[in-house]
């Protein structure tokens, strides 16, 4: 099966600190996508990314697609309170979808 | 505003019971997916449905089932509920169509067997 690696496990950071966690593979994917579960809530897509390379902004939130297509990051840049929860990155390959075991952020007010 | 919906929040059963859990999509989506969440683990694939009366085995089928009887509703079965079945579990759905990759996934279901 796909072996995927995300890191940090966790992560518990002060307000306005710039938060980095990345995913690797051993597989080859054409899609990085990443996902943010807020508590007691199912995963929402945060951002897409389609091409090897391809760096990608959505507000505070910018993700890379590794030049190899094995890899992606996901940096947050001035953290608030409302960025905690779990995220989740999910390369996809035709109709599969596989999940990292994802990154709990606390942002610490 | 497009929507998947699950027919509880929380769930406490026993062990050997039979349990269903009920997922519904209102955005008319082929593909529908089952997974449970447990943490550590991320979200691990139970089962998924590219259409009605269709099912491919995910990575962790053991000891649930799956019926899709309409496009817009896909069940998870829980023959004989066990401890160790105690997890959140997701549904999701979405479409194969376009450029679109998202899955959708609903609020999740809390089960716990005693």
């Known amino acids: 099966g796909q072996q995927l690696n995300q890191s940090p496990q966790s992560m518990f950071i002060q307000e306005g600190e710039d938060v980095s966690m990345n995913c690797t593979s051993s597989?080859?994917?054409?899609?990085w996508l990443w996902y943010k579960q807020e508590p007691g809530e199912g995963p929402v897509l945060l951002i897409a990314?389609?091409?090897?390379?391809e760096l990608t902004s959505n507000g505070r939130l910018t993700a890379q697609f590794g030049i190899t297509r094995k890899d992606s990051f996901l940096n947050i840049s001035a953290s608030i309170p409302s960025d905690v929860g779990i995220y989740f990155c999910?390369?996809?390959?035709?109709?599969?979808?596989?999940f990292g075991t994802g990154t709990s952020l606390t942002v610490i007010p | 505003d497009v929507k998947v919906t699950q027919s509880s929040r929380y769930l406490v059963k026993r062990t050997g019971e039979k349990v269903f859990l009920e997922c519904v999509q209102d955005?008319?989506?082929?593909?529908m997916f089952w997974y449970r969440q447990d943490p550590g683990l991320g979200l691990r694939l139970i089962y998924f449905?590219?259409?009605?009366?269709?099912?491919e085995k995910g990575d962790i089928p053991e000891g649930y089932s799956v019926s899709r009887e309409k496009k817009e509703r896909f069940s998870l079965i829980l023959e004989s509920a066990s401890t160790n079945q105690t997890s959140m579990y997701l549904c999701?759905?979405?479409?194969?169509?376009?450029?679109?990759?998202?899955?959708?996934f609903g609020p999740g279901t809390r089960l716990t067997v005693l």
């Open positions: 999701a759905s979405s479409s194969p169509w376009g450029t679109s990759n998202e899955q959708f």
């Open positions: 597989s080859i994917f054409n899609t």
């Open positions: 990314l389609y091409k090897a390379g």
């Open positions: 999910a390369p996809k390959t035709g109709n599969q979808f596989y």
């Open positions: 955005m008319d989506h082929e593909n």
């Open positions: 449905s590219y259409d009605v009366k269709m099912k």
